[in-house]
């Protein structure tokens, strides 16, 4: 995955898939992280290097279904959707649907019923997936408008530089979509990541640090995939 990033080549998905998936298959479950994200996708880290926030590389594994969605307060994360990230995110899309918006935010001067929201971390790095995180009102107006929405299928991937708005939203059947998902510095661009959200409320937790079994999500991948071969 890192290759294909970094070189702009095709990468070989069922292959990595394999791998990735039965490692997860094979060790015990408590001994995967696997958490809800603020976007009620589950949130599997593959693997991470960070000895400089200039020089930081994350892989994870995403994996939507319906069934997630109990877990989250679907209302707070629709309104907290539209969201930047630090560094240059990429998705490869392993099954499902997935759409993706991108959006223009500008600062206004009128009152507006869109704010942005800093995110705020407990102040570390060093824990894969286990820190909180807070959405706190800046107090700056904002205009939001959509600017594009594309949609992305098996094998096919695309990006998002680092301090550009978007949303991802899974459209796979049962709400069933996965994609392996990468952040990256990118000539050391490294950004504040941010969301928009109702200017009424002043701040929201957004992360969740629950732990959910991975498995039966994996395997029902698995069958998919391997009923397309």
Not at 220 to 229: M, P, V, Y
């Amino acid at each position: 995955m890192q290759f294909s990033r970094d070189e702009n080549t095709k990468i070989e998905l069922k292959t990595a898939w394999k791998l990735i998936s039965e490692s997860i298959l094979d060790i015990p479950s408590e001994c995967t992280i696997s958490s809800i994200g603020s976007q009620g996708f589950l949130s599997i880290p593959i693997f991470k290097y960070d000895s400089e926030i200039n020089d930081f590389d994350f892989l994870r594994l995403h994996i939507w279904e319906n069934s997630l969605l109990e877990y989250i307060d679907t209302n707070i994360s629709e309104r907290f959707s539209i969201h930047s990230h630090s560094f240059l995110a990429q998705s490869w899309i392993i099954d499902g649907k997935i759409i993706n918006e991108r959006y223009s935010v500008n600062e206004t001067t009128e009152k507006s019923d869109s704010a942005i929201f800093k995110i705020e971390y407990n102040k570390t790095l060093n824990e894969v997936n286990q820190h909180t995180s807070m959405a706190v009102n800046t107090g700056k107006n904002i205009e939001v408008s959509k600017t594009s929405r594309e949609e992305y299928f098996f094998g096919e991937t695309y990006k998002i530089n680092a301090g550009k708005y978007h949303k991802s939203i899974s459209q796979g059947e049962n709400g069933l979509s996965a994609t392996f998902f990468s952040f990256t510095t990118q000539n050391n661009n490294v950004v504040q990541s941010n969301v928009t959200g109702p200017n009424s409320m002043q701040t929201s937790k957004i992360n969740r640090k629950m732990h959910i079994d991975p498995k039966k999500l994996i395997k029902t991948i698995d069958q998919k995939l391997n009923s397309n071969e």
